[in-house]
């Protein structure tokens, strides 16, 4: 029943969507790159680590302001992918940092630059998005239960990058492990493309009717019957014609 909190296979889809772009929100590093990035910026050659660190989260809160600005203007797909794309390329470059310090002096303010964007490129798109997402494809019978599962799953990959953040470097490597987020990243890029609707200008009862387009009709045929009913019984009564 529409209370028994169970999920049909229509409620499947909505949360296939969120919980796939929550994963790849953690997975893209964001959080090891936050918690880590006065390490980050000491193994890099930065000469000043705390202040990069301290520009980094300065940025984030003016991107993070810009972007609520920007999410009913431009669509959250446009953003999806632009976020993806950026974060691509920074984590790339920042990964490109790590490997050429083994056979040449690289440019010290690489990473600031490369970090930077990453964290403007998350801001805009992935980091205020999914949690828009949620809110507006969730069906509204099973959305705390759905909810719940995509914020456990949020929470439980957020612990998982940060715990094996250290030893992913040591083994991959620097480089290696910022390459790696930046493969996500690519991922992340197909997946918004195949799967995930966009949302802006769209009604609850439309978005819903994307994942359930049978139900969706059904409600449509139930809504001309009723409009139709409503025009018969306007129908003029001969003492109205008198």
Not at 11 to 33: E, R, T
Request: proline letters at 4%; charged letters at 10%.
């Amino acid at each position: 029943s529409a209370n028994s909190g169970c999920l049909s296979a229509s409620d499947l889809k909505p949360l296939f969507v969120c919980v796939g772009l929550m994963l790849f929100q953690q997975f893209s590093g964001i959080n090891a790159v936050m918690f880590y990035s006065v390490s980050i910026f000491k193994d890099s050659g930065s000469t000043s680590p705390h202040t990069s660190t301290i520009i980094l989260g300065v940025v984030n809160i003016f991107a993070t302001m810009i972007s609520n600005i920007l999410i009913d203007r431009l669509g959250r797909k446009i953003l999806l992918y632009t976020s993806a794309v950026g974060m691509m390329v920074s984590l790339g470059l920042l990964g490109f940092h790590y490997y050429m310090i083994n056979f040449t002096e690289p440019f010290l303010h690489t990473p600031l630059i490369a970090l930077v964007v990453y964290i403007i490129s998350f801001s805009f798109g992935f980091g205020p998005v999914p949690w828009l997402i949620m809110g507006e494809i969730l069906p509204a019978r099973t959305r705390g239960l759905s909810a719940s599962i995509t914020t456990s799953i949020n929470w439980a990959s957020t612990f998982l990058v940060t715990k094996t953040f250290i030893d992913l470097r040591n083994c991959l490597g620097a480089a290696g492990v910022f390459w790696m987020f930046g493969s996500v990243c690519c991922l992340a890029v197909v997946f918004v493309l195949l799967c995930v609707p966009e949302t802006r200008g769209k009604s609850l009862e439309d978005i819903e009717g994307i994942f359930n387009p049978v139900l969706h009709g059904m409600e449509e045929c139930e809504d001309i019957k009723i409009t139709r009913s409503s025009i018969a019984n306007l129908k003029a009564t001969p003492s109205q014609l008198l």
